[in-house]
């Protein structure tokens, strides 16, 4: 378990830095590359829209690839819509990520789509198959764990609830995983935490 934590944490973390390479882009537009994979604007993205964009970079992914994407992107396996897209396209501390509510956002209406700057796609294609190469080698992992007869999620994780609160905080799991043998640094960590907290509340 502490070894799929540190590889997770690793590729989150250079997911990360794609994501900021991304947004300083000077032309950087959330909506623009939202349209490149929704060209027909149908205000969502699935998992057929998702390998035909893939596609045309030469790309090849089957449907448990696309849906593996996708769940990044959403709670669940459904079409992705703008407001998801977006939260996962930007970087931890973006001023949208940080929204109470996703619902807030919606499609802008009235903007003419222009060329689009092929560094900024390049960017959001290197990203996605970095999460793609991540998800796998994640699912590999994660079946070598199941297949061992001394493994139990439960008490890794009541190991590492060292107040017995029912859930673990950043702290407890950066100990858990130093007792490993395993030291994130400070970008991994937040990383690590950005992607196993699904509602931001510090609590895991």
Known sequence: LARTLQQLAQGERQIEVVRQMLVEEPGYDSYKLFKLLDPESNGYIDRIALKTFLRKHNIYINDEDAYALIRRYSSSTQPMNYAAFVQCL?????????????SVLSLPSGIEIKQFTSAEE??????????????????????????????????????????????????????????????LTQVELSALLNKLDKNHDGKI
């Open 90 to 102: 930007e970087p931890i501390g973006s001023p949208v990520r940080n929204k109470k509510s996703k």
């Open 122 to 183: 390049r960017l959001m294609v290197y990203k996605m198959k970095t999460e793609l190469e991540l998800e796998r080698t994640l699912k590999v992992m994660k079946e070598l764990m199941s297949e061992e007869a001394e493994y139990s999620l439960y008490d890794a994780f009541r190991d590492a609830d060292t107040n017995e609160s029912g859930y673990l905080d950043p702290h407890e799991i950066d100990q858990a995983l130093q007792k490993q043998g395993i030291f």
